[in-house]
């Protein structure tokens, strides 16, 4: 029997949607991907694919869930009655899957840091070699197995609690938190000496930088930041009453991600700046650069455990909305299943897990096709099966669903007309024409 929960509030519901959307995207890789791809040129066209594809593809798993009111292996299909629509919904289920199982690693890091930070404050004690400890943190399996699965069971504790009393709570308690702890980064950050050249390197656009691949990583992230492509949006939507407004509540979720991705850069590039580090130090800036940084200050380390917090309510509120996908599938919303389904969930995510967390370790030297394990995951999910999923996403929304259900959903004011129309066309038109393109660019390379 389907019980379909529902959010208890609008709030809860963006609280929820923006978490899903603010995580690694936003924190770990894009700082680290701007800062080898001409800083603010690249945030640039980020901003521009945001609006152009991110946001009207938001729109539609809204659309898709608010009207089906069901999960994503069976919307596309209750909406048009094609039973093989619903292999969009299928793609995404098993594309969160092998996403969630490499996200715990780096969710896993964080963990472990945060253990290791703590001690330091406690015992007082300090290393400074921050290179080698991540090397030896990351290689070692004991430890790495263990934060990857100390992080995939904090994921499903949450998720078993239900949408209420575990998302939705999750999500109110944890995003403000992490606005808080993201103020009292920056201000720290800001009032460093020479800050002003970080701010400056940040908001500076060199567009000669720019290359294809930058071009190719800023179509892919601006699915990937807002959670779109997968149906995770749709999950969500589909837990909403039909009173809120999908179109506000989207571009609250759009402002949250852009706000959160640029206060990303103004903690850490001025952080960077003041002590003359180059801010390129692709994926170990966070956890090898910034504790360096944070040494040199009074008080460091606590400001580096506050990053790490705010690090870790990012990636934990993304991650229970991607097993939340699966488990809507695998219970067909139906509640009495949650628990078991979590648990089974859990342990398949993190056997699937074990390979990418050994990739830096054990496995770091077995490397085919895209690098390790790990890279070769993250290649199938962010490069082929993500683009995959947003441009039938696309396509489905753009030419097989009835309009008439989409214009119900979002136009609720006479404004929202033109604008729907617009949405029309770019779905249309736009986003499927470049989706192929960039992923043509990426084949023919
Ligand atoms: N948006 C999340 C992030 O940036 C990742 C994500 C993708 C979550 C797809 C859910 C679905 O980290």
Do not use: C
Request: net charge positive.
């Amino acid at each position: 029997m389907e019980t379909q929960s529902q959010w208890s509030s609008k709030l809860g519901f963006i609280l929820a949607s923006a978490g899903s959307a603010i995580g690694l995207g936003a924190m770990w890789k894009f700082p680290y991907v701007m800062a080898d791809n001409g800083g603010a040129a690249f945030l640039f066209i980020f901003i521009l694919f945001t609006m152009l594809i991110g946001f009207p593809l938001l729109l539609s798993e809204f659309v898709i869930g608010r009207q089906s009111q069901t999960y994503s292996t069976r919307s596309f299909s209750k909406l048009t009655g094609k039973k093989y629509h619903d292999l969009i919904g299928h793609l995404g289920n098993i594309g969160v899957f092998i996403l969630l199982s490499f996200y715990s690693v780096i969710g896993g890091w964080i963990l472990l840091y945060m253990i290791r930070t703590i001690y330091v404050l406690v015992a007082g004690s300090s290393q400074h070699d921050y290179e080698g400890l991540f090397g030896s943190l990351i290689s070692n399996p004991f430890y790495a197995l263990g934060g990857q699965a100390l992080f995939i069971v904090l994921t499903a504790v949450i998720v078993a609690n239900g949408i209420q009393n575990g998302i939705e709570r999750a999500s109110k308690i944890m995003m403000p938190l992490l606005f808080t702890a993201f103020i009292i980064i920056i201000i720290r950050s800001l009032t460093l000496d020479n800050a002003m050249a970080g701010v400056s390197y940040f908001l500076k656009p060199d567009f000669g930088k720019l290359s294809a691949d930058s071009i190719l990583f800023a179509l892919g992230q601006s699915f990937f930041s807002l959670s779109v492509g997968f149906g995770g949006m749709l999950t969500y939507a589909s837990y909403l009453d039909r009173k809120t407004d999908l179109t506000q509540s989207g571009v609250s979720v759009v402002l949250l991600n852009l706000v959160i991705t640029i206060l990303a850069g103004l903690a850490i590039f001025p952080a960077t700046a003041s002590l003359g580090i180059e801010a390129a130090q692709g994926p170990g800036l966070l956890f090898i650069v910034l504790p360096y940084v944070f040494d040199q200050l009074p008080l460091g380390q606590l400001f580096y455990l506050i990053f790490l917090l705010l690090f870790f309510f990012a990636t934990i509120t993304s991650s229970i909305s991607l097993l939340e996908i699966n488990v809507a599938n695998v219970t067909k919303n139906n509640n009495n299943k949650r628990v078991k389904a979590v648990a089974l969930l859990a342990i398949g995510l993190f056997v699937l897990g074990i390979p990418s967390t050994l990739s830096s370790g054990l496995l770091g030297d077995v490397k085919f096709l895209a690098g390790t394990f790990f890279d070769n995951m993250d290649y199938l999910v962010s490069n082929i099966m993500l683009p995959l999923g947003a441009f039938l996403f696309s396509i489905f929304t753009g030419y097989l669903l009835d309009q008439r259900l989409s214009h119900q959903q979002l136009v609720t004011k006479p404004y929202q007309e033109p604008l729907f129309k617009l949405w029309i066309f770019l779905l249309k038109f736009v986003i499927p024409l470049v989706i192929i393109g960039v992923f043509l660019s990426l084949i023919l390379k």
